[in-house]
C-alpha cells in the first residue's frame, strides 16, 4: 500500500514539474519574435499642415543603418497623394523604388543613395542641398515653402503609402524633436531590428483566441537602457514590465492595455510618474515569467522579450502577425459618442464615452436619436476605459452646446456634478444640466460637447473632449386649469361669521331709519287691504264712527264744515 502511494506522489510531482516547466520558456538570440517591433531610440523629426500652392505635400525621410545591416529598403508609393519626397542619408544604401506620376523623389548629387526602378526615372531629381537636418529644414522651406514632415528611420526595411493625405492639423512651422513615426498614419514604416539587441521565447502552450494577450519584457540589470517607449498595443492586452531600479516606462497609447511592473510608468496624458506595482529585484527569465503569470493570475502568456539594447532610450511596438510593424492599433470609437482629442495629443487620449439618463437613478440611458423636452432636467455620465488596473478621475471643465441649424450656434450649458460613489463610478464622473435656454430657441438638433481632465491623485493633465448628439422638443402648453377653492374649516366659520355680521348691520341700518323719519312705523294692514282691490278683506264691514263728539271737537268740526259749505256759496255768487 506505501509503495502505491510513494508512486502516486511521484507521479504528482512530475506531472507539476511538467506542467510547470511548459508554463515558461528559455529565451534565445535570433529567435522571431513577431509580436514586439524594436526601434533603438526616438528619433527627432515634425509633422505638420503645410502643403504647397500646387496642392502637393513635402515629405523629408532621413534613413539611418547599422554597421551590420544589408541597407537595402524599397519604397512603394504607387497610390501616394502628390508630393516632393527628399532621401538622405550618410550610408550608402540601395533603394527599389514604384512610383506613380505625382511623387518626386529628390536626392543629393553626391547621395550614397542609389534607387533602382524601371518606371518614372524623370521623376528622380539630383540637387545640392544640406545633409544636416536643421540645415536640410531650411533649405526645404526656401525652395518649396515649408516642410509637411520630417522622418528619421532606423534600419528600413520596407516604407509605402496608404494613400491618406500626410498632413496633421495644427502649425505648419517644422519644428524637429523626438517623435514617435509609427503615429505618422500616412505611411507604413518596416524596420529591420538588430538581432543582438534582444532575447525572446514563447511557451508551448499558447492562450486561446477569446483571452488576453500577456506578453512580458525584462531588461537586465547589466544594460545601460533606462527610457523605454510602448505603443501600438492591441485592445486585449496586458503587459509585465522588469526593468533595473530607476527605469521609467511610457506608455504613448495604452486605450485597454492592463500592465504591471517594479517600475515607474508614465502617462503622456498626466504629467505624474504611476508608482510601481510589483516587487521583483531578480532578473533571471524564470522568475519574471513567474511572477507576471502570478500577477495577472495566468495559466501561460503570449510572448518572452529580454532587452538587450545600449541605446539608453528605446522604442517598442507591440503588435500580432498580420499588422505592420509600427502600426498603432486603436480601439473603435462607441457610436453614441465621439472623442475629439488635441492635436498636439492625438492618438494619446483616453477613450470617452458619454451617456444621458432622464432620471439620478442611471438606470435607463437614453438612445441616441431619443428626442428630450427642454424643461427636463438631463443627467450625464461620462466614463473612460481605464490605463491597465489604476484608477483614474474624470474632472469636467465646461459643457457647450452646438446648434446643427443652417446658422451655428454655440451656448454654453451650465452643468451641477452629481454624487456617486467608487464602486458606481470606477473611471467615470457624473453630472446633470437643465435646458430651459434652449427653449427659446428654433434648433431642435444640436452636439452636446464636453471638456475633462484625467487625474490620478493631485495630479490633472488634459483628457480631450467627449461629444453627444442631442435632440431637444419644446413642451406642450396647457391651458391653465381653472382655479379651484379648497375651503376648510376656518373658512366655513368666516364666512358664517360675516353673514351674520352682515345681517346684523343691515336690521341696525333699518331701526335708525324709522328712528330719524318716524315713517312708516309699520303696516295698518286692514286700511291698506280696504283700498288694495281683489284683497278679501275689502268686503269687510266697517266699524260705525262715534258720533258722541266733545264740545271743543264739536265746535271745531262745526266750524270746518261751514267753511267747507261756504266755499261753492261765494263762488258761485
Request: charged share 20%; with cysteine.
Amino acid at each position: 500500500m506505501e509503495g502505491r502511494v510513494t508512486r502516486f506522489a511521484l507521479l504528482l510531482c512530475i506531472t507539476v514539474a511538467a506542467s510547470a516547466s511548459s508554463q515558461t520558456c528559455d529565451p534565445k538570440e535570433g529567435n522571431e519574435n513577431p509580436w514586439v517591433y524594436l526601434s533603438e531610440r526616438e528619433l527627432i523629426g515634425c509633422w505638420t499642415s503645410f502643403i504647397t500652392e500646387d496642392k502637393a505635400e513635402v515629405h523629408i525621410l532621413n534613413l539611418n543603418f547599422g554597421a551590420t545591416d544589408g541597407k537595402m529598403f524599397s519604397l512603394e508609393m504607387t497610390n501616394a497623394k502628390p508630393m516632393h519626397l527628399i532621401l538622405t542619408s550618410k550610408d550608402t544604401t540601395y533603394g527599389l523604388y514604384n512610383l506613380n506620376t505625382d511623387v518626386n523623389v529628390h536626392i543629393h548629387n553626391d547621395s550614397t543613395i542609389a534607387l533602382i526602378g524601371n518606371q518614372h526615372k524623370s521623376n528622380i531629381h539630383k540637387e545640392d542641398f544640406p545633409t544636416q537636418d536643421e540645415e536640410l529644414v531650411k533649405w526645404t522651406k526656401q525652395k518649396f515653402g515649408g516642410v509637411t514632415s520630417f522622418t528619421t528611420i532606423q534600419n528600413l526595411k520596407n516604407i509605402s503609402s496608404t494613400g491618406t493625405k500626410g498632413t496633421k492639423p495644427g502649425t505648419q512651422y517644422c519644428i524637429l524633436k523626438n517623435e514617435n513615426a509609427s503615429e505618422k498614419h500616412f505611411m507604413k514604416i518596416e524596420t529591420a531590428p538588430l538581432a543582438s539587441s534582444f532575447k525572446s521565447c514563447s511557451p508551448q502552450q499558447q492562450s486561446r483566441g477569446d483571452e488576453a494577450e500577456l506578453h512580458i519584457i525584462n531588461i537586465p540589470e547589466n544594460t545601460s537602457v533606462r527610457n523605454v517607449s510602448l505603443s501600438g498595443a492591441t485592445k486585449m492586452t496586458s503587459v509585465f514590465l522588469r526593468g533595473p531600479q530607476g527605469t521609467t516606462w511610457i506608455f504613448h497609447n495604452p486605450l485597454h492595455t492592463k500592465f504591471g511592473s517594479n517600475n515607474d510608468i508614465l502617462l503622456p496624458t498626466i504629467t505624474h510618474r504611476i508608482p510601481p506595482s510589483v516587487t521583483l529585484n531578480s532578473d533571471n527569465a524564470q522568475d519574471v515569467q513567474s511572477k507576471a503569470l502570478d500577477h495577472f493570475k495566468a495559466t501561460t502568456f503570449t510572448s518572452y522579450t529580454e532587452l538587450r539594447s545600449e541605446d539608453p532610450l528605446v522604442l517598442l511596438v507591440l503588435g500580432r502577425k498580420g499588422n505592420p510593424a509600427g502600426k498603432t492599433l486603436k480601439a473603435p470609437e462607441p457610436k453614441s459618442a465621439t472623442v475629439i482629442p488635441n492635436a498636439a495629443n492625438e492618438g494619446q487620449q483616453m477613450p470617452l464615452l458619454m451617456q444621458l439618463y432622464t432620471s439620478p437613478d442611471y438606470h435607463s440611458p437614453l438612445d441616441p436619436n431619443t428626442k428630450v423636452q427642454s424643461d427636463k432636467r438631463i443627467y450625464a455620465e461620462i466614463s473612460g476605459h481605464t490605463y491597465g488596473d489604476f484608477v483614474l478621475t474624470i474632472k469636467v471643465i465646461n459643457c457647450f452646446v452646438h446648434s446643427k441649424g443652417s446658422c451655428p450656434l454655440v451656448k454654453e450649458l451650465p452643468f451641477i456634478p452629481e454624487a456617486c460613489s467608487l464602486n458606481s463610478c470606477r473611471n467615470s464622473t457624473r453630472l446633470s444640466f437643465s435646458l430651459d435656454q434652449l427653449q427659446e430657441l428654433t434648433s431642435t438638433t444640436w452636439d452636446l460637447e464636453c471638456s475633462v481632465k484625467l487625474c490620478y491623485s493631485e495630479q490633472c493633465g488634459d483628457g480631450g473632449r467627449v461629444k453627444r448628439n442631442l435632440e431637444v422638443t419644446q413642451p406642450c402648453l396647457q391651458p391653465p386649469p381653472p382655479p379651484c377653492f379648497d375651503f376648510g374649516l376656518p373658512g366655513v366659520l368666516g364666512i358664517a361669521f360675516g353673514g351674520f355680521l352682515i345681517g346684523v348691520l343691515l336690521i341696525g341700518a333699518l331701526w335708525f331709519i324709522k328712528i330719524k323719519t318716524g315713517y312708516p312705523t309699520g303696516l295698518d294692514i286692514s286700511s291698506t287691504a280696504a283700498n288694495l282691490p281683489g284683497c278679501p278683506c275689502s268686503g269687510a264691514k266697517r266699524q260705525p264712527v262715534s258720533t258722541n263728539l266733545s264740545p271743543s271737537e264739536n265746535s271745531s268740526a262745526n266750524a270746518s264744515i261751514g267753511s267747507t259749505q261756504s266755499t261753492p256759496t261765494s263762488s258761485m255768487a
